[in-house]
């Protein structure tokens, strides 16, 4: 039995109030395994152990959703960003990453478009759609009520953000998002999906347990799955995106 073992049988015995006292305080130090070291600011100020999305040169790691095509969007090389736009087929545009994941840390930052258009779920809607299904609202809040279940940082139609911290319409919000995937045993889940979300360094979501795939109508509910795509959705506003990276929970 290794010592971590014998901490860990320790703790138990302690739970179950059988335990010797411990008086050395060495008894109760883990020294192995080690975890890897990771450079918080490496290529790019991207963590070292990130993959990377979008870096600002190109689309290469994405697809669009409905026919897998190369994505119609506009590449911006002068401030490295991304804008939602139709093909000439006004086709929607809604694309996703060519590599699946399960449990995640998603990087991102957004832009609304600086020209109003719309109110409500009209303005500056886009989202981003964890593996393919969970989304995380986005939209342009500042000045324009929508239902709060549906605003900025909603997890849509099922959690209601903490606080609203978007910036100034034009400028860059991030999100940071911690996502646990789902857990299933053939047709049953046996453990939901959870999501925690910081809007500009601001907590938003505080592991809200996802009770299904978004539904715009009705009342959402499990099927299985396995690994799937981040989507950023086309809700028809011209939507720019930004350094987007992606550690994966093992
Ligand atoms: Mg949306």
């Known amino acids: 039995m290794n010592k971590t073992s014998i901490i860990a049988l320790a703790l138990f015995c302690f ?19 080690v ?19 979008f870096d600002g040169s190109n689309l290469e790691e994405w697809i669009n959703s409905k026919d897998k095509s190369t994505p119609s969007w506009i590449l911006n090389k002068d401030d490295k960003s991304m804008t939602i736009q139709r093909g ?14 399960g449990s995640v840390q998603l990087h991102i930052e957004w832009k609304s478009p600086t020209k109003i258009n719309g109110k409500g779920q009209q303005r500056g809607n886009s989202g981003v759609f964890l593996q393919g299904r969970y989304e995380i609202q986005i939209l342009d809040n500042n000045n324009n009520d929508t239902y709060v279940n549906g605003q ?9 953000p903490l606080v609203k911290a ?7 919000n991030s999100y940071d998002i911690i996502y646990h995937a789902p857990e299933f045993k053939g047709k049953e889940i046996v453990k939901p999906a959870s999501v925690t979300v910081l809007h500009n360094g601001v907590l938003v979501q505080d592991h809200f347990i996802i009770k299904g795939p978004t539904r715009y109508i009705g009342l959402p509910s ?6 799937g795509s981040i989507k950023l959705q086309d809700h028809g506003n011209p939507v720019s995106y930004r350094n987007i990276w992606v550690r994966e929970i093992k």
């Open 222 to 227: 499990y099927t299985p799955h396995g690994k």
């Open 152 to 160: 900025v940082a909603s997890v849509y139609k099922q959690s209601v």
């Open 88 to 101: 000439q087929d006004q086709k929607n545009a809604t694309i996703q990453t060519k590599k699946s994941f």
């Open 15 to 33: 739970n179950l109030g059988i335990a010797q006292e411990i008086k050395n305080p060495k008894d109760t130090e883990i020294y192995e395994p």
């Open 166 to 172: 978007s910036v100034p319409m034009g400028e860059w």
């Open 35 to 53: 975890p890897p070291t990771v450079q918080p600011y490496g290529q790019n100020g991207v963590p070292s152990d990130a993959v990377v999305l």
